[in-house]
């Protein structure tokens, strides 16, 4: 975990810049027992070509993948994404009911923050902290 939370400084520090690629409003929602936590934010692509996100790692996750909810003729569903692209100039939200992580093997305290790196298809990393809430959001 300090190896990680080292990483996310130092990449924090270097995107102190306009950055190309922000993540904003970064929360996690932690559930009882052995539930999995559900990863919800913003990704803003302010750059000219379109980037995807490619996946994300943390070490408060024992995996971490990203998934898209549905419903389709009444059925909920939830489908495992390889990729979330992002359009040059735009934005997509990763909230309740659409794209959001699922944290397998959750080792978060509601009330702290756990450091995310989330992958992008140019080959770099957006480090985030992420707010841990409980099962109503707060």
């Not at 750059?47 to 990203?66: E, P, Q, W």
């Not at 419903?71 to 735009?90: C, H, I, L, Q, R």
């Not at 093997?105 to 985030?128: C, E, F, H, Q, Y």
Request: hydrophobic share 45%; with cysteine; net charge positive.
């Amino acid at each position: 975990m300090k190896r990680l939370s080292l990483v996310i400084l130092l990449l924090s520090m270097v995107s102190a810049q306009a950055a190309p690629f922000e993540v904003t409003g970064a929360w996690f929602r932690s559930l009882p027992g052995k539930l999995p936590a559900g990863g919800y934010f913003t990704a803003q692509n302010n750059s000219r070509r379109d980037v995807s996100i490619t996946g994300a790692r943390s070490d408060a996750c024992g995996m971490l993948m990203i998934h898209q909810s549905s419903n389709k003729g009444g059925m909920s569903g939830m489908d495992m994404m390889e990729t979330v692209k992002v359009p040059a100039g735009g934005q997509v939200a990763f909230a309740t009911g659409g794209y959001h992580l699922m944290c397998e093997g959750a080792k978060m305290k509601i009330g702290t923050k756990v450091p995310v790196l989330i992958n992008l298809s140019d080959g770099t990393s957006v480090a985030v902290a992420f707010q841990v809430k409980g099962a109503m959001g707060k």
